[in-house]
């Protein structure tokens, strides 16, 4: 019993996890901002997010899907209407992106790709696959949201040539997983065809011939507060 106590006694002294399995990621430092994207398919967030003595931990790069080869980052396909990564500054092999499970195959996948669809009409509103989603993970909270949507239904309904694109960083004690944690089941829109985007076609023809271009309305907007 003696030689029990004096192990756990080391371990704690040491830092050492109790529960097997356990890490501990080092704290990000909180920030947040957002970016207006006017007709620049090749526009996006790419931010830096440092530990507290200001040391590199992850890189946050979010593009269209119609960047291509002006995204800079040749190694991963951005898709959607908007398209988040996460990495370590490392290289990294697979997955790509720490906003993924680690069972992911494909770029695509995970809840950090947008479609238009997505974030206006009824489906902008479901928490964690509309406009606003959060990642836990590595020790820190990640909220991607997207927002002021509009589009040019003029000369094609799904032009979009206007939207804001949000960020917010916070530290949480809690997000212990390496990957994102689990959420609410994906809700059968969700990677498919987008049945909310075919029912969002039919109200943008509607308002187009009403000489209207906006989405959404403004308490589905998304938009993450500011500190």
């Known amino acids: ?98 906003l993924q499970p680690n069972d992911s195959t494909r770029d695509w996948e995970g809840r950090a790709r947008f479609f238009l669809g997505d974030v206006v009409g009824p489906c902008g509103a479901t928490p964690d696959y509309g406009a606003s989603r959060t990642f836990q993970l590595r020790g820190m909270r990640l909220r991607l949201a997207v927002d002021q949507v509009r589009v040019d239904a003029r000369n094609n309904p799904f032009y979009v040539s206007r939207f804001r694109l949000s960020y917010d960083v916070r530290p949480d004690a809690t997000a212990t997983t390496p990957t994102p944690a689990a959420v609410a089941p994906e809700p059968p829109w969700f990677n498919t065809d987008n049945l909310c985007e075919a029912t969002e076609l039919a109200r943008v023809r509607h308002a187009s011939r009403a000489g209207m271009q906006g989405f959404g309305r403004p308490e589905h907007s998304g938009a993450v507060p500011q500190p």
């Open 1 to 98: 019993m003696r030689m029990v106590g004096v192990a756990l006694l080391a371990g704690l002294v040491a830092g050492a996890p109790l529960v097997a399995g356990a890490k501990a990621w080092p704290r990000v430092t909180a920030q947040s901002g957002a970016v207006v994207i006017i007709e620049q398919p090749q526009q996006g967030i790419r931010r830096v997010i440092r530990g507290k003595r200001g040391n590199v931990l992850y890189l946050l790069t979010c593009m269209t899907g119609d960047s291509g080869a002006d995204s800079g980052d040749e190694e991963f396909d951005y898709s959607g209407f908007v398209h988040c990564r996460l990495r370590e500054p490392k290289p990294q092999t697979w997955p790509r992106t720490l």
